[in-house]
């Protein structure tokens, strides 16, 4: 049984910084691939930003240079390091992990089947 817990959310002033965590328990799966999502009020869920365990990393355009993505394997943990926040990345952010290997189509949500809860994160 796969479970995926985010922590680290809050609210935090335009241009301030926040860390989010997420464990994986039960997730035994090759290469780990893992992402973070976000949903805003309205609007559909975004892919953030992709790791696995090969090494590949990707961001959406919209947080790259401010985002960083990090995982630990070991402690089946993964981390979402934001930086220079701004209003617009205000949204839910959930933790995401794939069954399978993906070697492309990393922001595309039906390449996930374990979903965590989601963290809120709000910029004002």
């Keep these: 049984h796969v479970q995926l817990v985010e922590s680290g959310g809050g609210l935090v002033q335009p241009g301030g910084s926040l860390r989010l965590s997420c464990k994986a328990t039960g997730y035994t799966y090759s290469r780990h691939c893992m992402a973070w999502f ?3 009020p309205g609007k559909e ?3 953030v930003a992709y790791v ?3 090494g590949t990393i990707t961001y959406a355009p919209a947080v790259k240079g ?3 993505i990090s995982h630990d394997n070991a402690k089946n943990m993964m981390y979402l390091q934001m930086d220079s926040l701004k209003p617009e990345d205000t949204a839910m952010y959930y933790c995401a992990a794939s069954k399978l290997p993906l070697w492309d189509g990393y922001f595309r949500r039906e390449n996930y089947v374990f979903w965590g809860r ?3 994160v709000t910029v004002s």
């Design 66 to 68: 401010r985002f960083t």
């Design 118 to 120: 989601g963290t809120q």
């Design 38 to 40: 976000r949903q805003a």
């Design 45 to 47: 869920r975004e892919g």
């Design 52 to 54: 696995d365990g090969d």
